[in-house]
C-alpha cells in the first residue's frame, strides 16, 4: 500500500484525543467506550483457557465451538439463513472484520455507497482497498436515513456495494424492514453487494434491529460485520466476526485473515465462548442503563446548551449528535473554516467537554458535533455543568 496510505487521513478523533489530553480533569464525551465491566461469563472463559493452556495456535477461521455458537446466534437472533458455521470468520474487533471483509471484495476503483455522517474508519478502510467511498447524505428530516431516490442515482456502473449502518454512528438511525426491503430490490435489481454493519445491534431504545441478510435472497449478497465490542462492554479485547456465504469472497477473506492476524487470541476467543454461553441478561442491563444515560444527556442539553446545540433523541446507539445554531456561534465568536471544529475546540478549551466536529463524519455532517452518552451518569452530569456554565454563563441548578 506504501505511499497511498498518505492520502487517507487519521480520523479527527486522534486529534481530539491529543487535545484532550492537555486538559485537566477532561470529560470524555469523544470516546464511544461503554464505561460497564466486561460480563462474568466473559472472563471466566479467559481464565479457563489460561488454566487449561489454550496458548497454542488456532484455526484461522476461528475456534469451532465459537463459530458454532456465533452462527445459532445469527440464525436465532438475526434471522439469517446460515447453513454452516463455515460462512462464519472471527476478526480482531469489528474494525478488523470490515478491514478483511473489504479487502476480499472490492476491486481498485470499485465504488462504495457510504452514509454521510459515517464513523470515519468506513471511508478510510474503503479507501485502503483502492476502492472509491461515494457519500450519499443521510437527512435527520428522514429519521437520519437516505432519500432513496437519491442513493438510487448515486449508483455508476462502477458500484459494486453499499455500505448500510444501522444502528448509525454518529445519528443513532434506525432503517426500518420497509425501508430494507427497498434497499434489497435496489441491490438485487443493480447487482450491487451489501456491507451490513450492525456494531450496535444490541443498543436499540425504540423500534427493532433487522439484518439485512435476513431478508429474501439477501443472504448471497451480504456481508454482514459484527463485533461483541459494544453488546459485552469489551472494546480493548477485540473480539468481531464477518459472515461471508459466497465461496470465493470467503476462501479471499481467509487469506486476509491469515496475513494479519494468523489467528485471533485464543484468550479472547474462549473468552467469547464464555459470554454467548452464559446468561444474555447483561445485553439489556447495558441497554437500559444506556437509555437513561441517553435521556440524562438530552434533557440536560436543553438547559446547558438553550437554543445552540439541538437534536432529538435517538432510536439507537449511544451518540448525541447535534446540531450547532451557526448564528449563536458567530454572535459568540466561536468562528473558524469548520464550525464543527470551531464548536467542538471552543467545548474541549472552555468547558474540558471532549466531543468529535460534525465535518470528520462527511462533508454533508459540518455544522453537528457528535457527544457519546455512554460514559457514567457522573460524567455526563460534570460535562453538562460545565457546558452550562461555558455557553450561558449560568451554574446548573
Ligand atoms: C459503526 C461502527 N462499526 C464498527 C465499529 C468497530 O468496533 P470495534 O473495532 O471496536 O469492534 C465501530 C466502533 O466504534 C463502529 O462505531
Redesign the pocket.
Known amino acids: 500500500m506504501g505511499i497511498s496510505l498518505d492520502s487517507i487521513p487519521l480520523s479527527a478523533i486522534v486529534r481530539i484525543r491529543d487535545l484532550m489530553y492537555k486538559v485537566d480533569r477532561p470529560f470524555r464525551l469523544d470516546q464511544?467506550d461503554v464505561s460497564f465491566d466486561a460480563p462474568e461469563s466473559f472472563k471466566q472463559g479467559v481464565r479457563e483457557a489460561l488454566e487449561r493452556n489454550h496458548t497454542h495456535y488456532l484455526p484461522t477461521i476461528g475456534v469451532p465451538r465459537l463459530r458454532e455458537l456465533l452462527a445459532d446466534k445469527l440464525r436465532r437472533k438475526n434471522g439469517i439463513p446460515i447453513e454452516s458455521p463455515d460462512d462464519v470468520h472471527v476478526t480482531n474487533?469489528?474494525?478488523?472484520?470490515?478491514y478483511v471483509a473489504m479487502q476480499a471484495l472490492l476491486e481498485p476503483g470499485d465504488e462504495v455507497i457510504v452514509p454521510d455522517p459515517e464513523?470515519p474508519?468506513?471511508m478510510a478502510i474503503v479507501r485502503a482497498a483502492h476502492a472509491v467511498p461515494v457519500a450519499v447524505p443521510l437527512h435527520e428530516s428522514l429519521g437520519w436515513r437516505w432519500d432513496l431516490d437519491a442513493l438510487e442515482r448515486a449508483i455508476t456502473p462502477k458500484t459494486r456495494a453499499i455500505y448500510l449502518?444501522s444502528p448509525?454512528?454518529p445519528t443513532g438511525g434506525l432503517l426500518t424492514r420497509a425501508y430494507l426491503e427497498r434497499i434489497a430490490a435496489i441491490a438485487t435489481e443493480r447487482n450491487l453487494w451489501i456491507f451490513s454493519?450492525e456494531?450496535?445491534e444490541d443498543v436499540v431504545y425504540r423500534g427493532t434491529h433487522i439484518s439485512i441478510a435476513s431478508l429474501p435472497g439477501m443472504h448471497a449478497r451480504t456481508i454482514s460485520?459484527y463485533?461483541?465490542?459494544?453488546s459485552y462492554a469489551v472494546?480493548g479485547v477485540?473480539?468481531?466476526y464477518y459472515v461471508i456465504h459466497d465461496p470465493e469472497v470467503r476462501a479471499r477473506a481467509l487469506k486476509v485473515l491469515m496475513y494479519t492476524t494468523s489467528n485471533v487470541s485464543s484468550l479472547v476467543q474462549y473468552g467469547a465462548i464464555g459470554a454467548l454461553e452464559g446468561p444474555q441478561d447483561c445485553i439489556t442491563a447495558f441497554r437500559d442503563e444506556l437509555q437513561a444515560r441517553r435521556d440524562l444527556f438530552f434533557e440536560g442539553i436543553a438547559t446547558a446548551a438553550p437554543g445552540i446545540l439541538t437534536g432529538t433523541p435517538p432510536d439507537a446507539a449511544f451518540y448525541a449528535f447535534l446540531r450547532i445554531n451557526p448564528d449563536w456561534a458567530r454572535d459568540a465568536g466561536v468562528t473558524g473554516e469548520s464550525l464543527s471544529w470551531a464548536m467542538a475546540e471552543h467545548l474541549i478549551r472552555g468547558a474540558r467537554i471532549g466531543c468529535v466536529p460534525g465535518v470528520d463524519f462527511g462533508a454533508a455532517s459540518e455544522g453537528y458535533l457528535r457527544f457519546c452518552t455512554c460514559r457514567s451518569r457522573e460524567e455526563l452530569t460534570g460535562a453538562l455543568a460545565s457546558m452550562q456554565a461555558l455557553l450561558t454563563g449560568q451554574a446548573r441548578a
Request: hydrophobic residues 30%; positive net charge; without cysteine.
Open positions: 464511544g474487533g469489528g474494525t478488523h472484520a470490515m464513523w474508519p468506513t449502518n448509525n454512528n454493519d456494531a450496535y460485520l463485533t461483541f465490542s459494544k472494546t477485540r473480539m468481531g
